[in-house]
């Protein structure tokens, strides 16, 4: 259970597009031709050169996310992950904060639903360094009893925070309406990861490290100023001889849900509501109607030309903040969403407009001129997107976990470029169905009682 991201707003200023899409295309023409994909020490490792001088930036994953743990203590794998920077069996976490600070280098350790997942940057003449910090805090965390009630301390606290948030309260609820029990995507109650956090020993984070850890379906991506044959050796060097690890079990469509359609989170003395609206969507990233319908999607709610934002906010005044999305279908079927967030005086009026707005684009479709433009400022951002080393990287990782060669970041312009408006449209009719979608709201609400 990771803390929210925050995501920026793409510019809408066509002649500056333009020119950056330009300059993008000319950068990274040719992707797949120049990436060096090998299996090394059992990792599968994606390395690829930029014009970028001296720096390095490596992502990299393994399947040891909260969907392992689920069935013991939901809280498990997120605190093993918690654990690997706090000190292995050779160096405690004063000594490897100093190995890095020292050479100015960065290394940081997630957990999700179902990856752990990493994410460094270094000069280039410290790559070896930082792959074998990396290869050490994989293999031989210390679980050392004193920080691990640190940690238990600092997630519980951090959890307790989140809980505060309107917008976590929101997504929180969303996650349990549209999915299931026993879909991946199904988020345990916070309430539920603070009592199993507390009750968490040693012996079951050990005894999980060593389940799920290991080289096995573990993926390591370095873009930059790389010497291939210095990577590799440093690679080879530092996860010589692990083993273990395990792949990402299958996981079925998911059925609906039987949870209420509509769902209140009473939170007293907020200053806004946030509301998410939605459904299951049905489709993983890999589905072959998923660009349509995300496509549809940009045009309702993403960015300043989308018709949420130039309705319901520019025009009417009516939300802080609006747009629409799919999301959490990179290894499962995902859903799809719009969120808000009102002032509660103007709640009824604000949601009751979101509602007329997609009824509006579901009955009557995109036109010609909002797909064009889509599709120039689809294909702007995707190619910005691969600009800095930390975007190649997490394009190169996430194109991976699609379940894609790497042919398809050459690909997806020419993909997004040959959608038709008639594709689009038929897309929303045959996955969405917005008189049935749920509707979460959390924060001060007037006259409501609780739901949780």
């Given at each position: ?328 279908d990179t290894f499962s079927d995902g859903d799809w969403r719009i969120g808000a967030t009102f002032s509660p005086d103007l709640l009824a009026r604000g949601l009751a407009s979101t509602k007329r707005q997609l009824e509006q684009w579901y009955q009557a479709g ?80 007037p006259e409501a009682g609780a739901q949780k």
């Amino acid at each position: 259970m990771s803390p929210s991201c925050s995501r920026s707003l793409f510019p809408q200023s066509l002649g500056w597009l333009a020119w950056a899409v330009l300059t993008a295309t000319l950068t990274h023409a040719q992707i797949a031709r120049n990436v060096v994909r090998q299996k090394i020490a059992g990792v599968d490792v994606l390395a690829y050169k930029t014009g970028v001088e001296e720096v390095i930036t490596l992502r990299g994953s393994l399947p040891a996310g909260d969907i392992f743990s689920a069935q013991g203590n939901v809280a498990i794998a997120t605190l093993t992950g918690l654990m690997l920077d706090k000190g292995t069996t050779r160096h405690d976490k004063f000594a490897i904060a100093e190995k890095l600070e020292g050479v100015g280098a960065t290394l940081n350790f997630s957990v999700d639903m179902e990856m752990l997942e990493f994410q460094a940057k270094c000069l280039k003449k410290d790559i070896a360094l930082v792959v074998g910090l990396l290869a050490e805090q994989l293999r031989s965390p210390a679980f050392s009893p004193e920080e691990f009630t640190k940690v238990q301390k600092q997630f519980v606290g951090g959890l307790r925070r989140q809980m505060e948030s309107p917008d976590f309260r929101a997504a929180d609820a969303f996650s349990r309406a549209v999915y299931p029990p026993g879909h991946p995507n199904r988020q345990a109650a916070p309430t539920e990861f603070v009592t199993a956090t507390e009750r968490a020993s040693l012996a079951e984070l050990k005894a999980f490290h060593a389940k799920y850890y290991g080289p096995a379906h573990f993926t390591l991506v370095a873009v930059g100023d790389i010497d291939v044959a210095q990577l590799q050796e440093a690679i080879a060097h530092a996860f010589n001889g692990w083993t273990g690890g395990v792949a990402l079990p299958p996981v079925a469509r998911s059925r609906e849900s039987e949870a209420p359609r509509t769902q209140t989170v009473l939170m007293p003395d907020k200053a806004s509501v946030s509301v998410i609206l939605g459904q299951a969507s049905g489709l993983r990233h890999s589905d072959p109607d998923y660009l349509a319908i995300r496509m549809a999607t940009a045009i309702l709610g993403s960015g300043f030309s989308s018709r949420l934002v130039g309705q319901v906010r520019d025009t009417e005044g009516l939300t802080y903040g609006i747009g629409s999305r799919l999301g959490n279908d990179t290894f499962s079927d995902g859903d799809w969403r719009i969120g808000a967030t009102f002032s509660p005086d103007l709640l009824a009026r604000g949601l009751a407009s979101t509602k007329r707005q997609l009824e509006q684009w579901y009955q009557a479709g995109v036109t010609a001129q909002e797909v064009a433009q889509r599709k120039t400022n689809l294909i702007g951002e995707f190619k910005l997107g691969l600009a800095t080393t930390e975007g190649m990287a997490g394009a190169l990782l996430v194109t991976v976990h699609r379940g894609y060669d790497v042919t398809w970041l050459d690909n997806y312009p020419a993909k997004i470029n040959a959608l038709t408006v008639a594709e689009v449209n038929a897309a929303v009719k045959k996955y969405l169905r917005p008189e049935n979608m749920y509707v979460v709201q959390a924060g001060t609400i007037p006259e409501a009682g609780a739901q949780k």
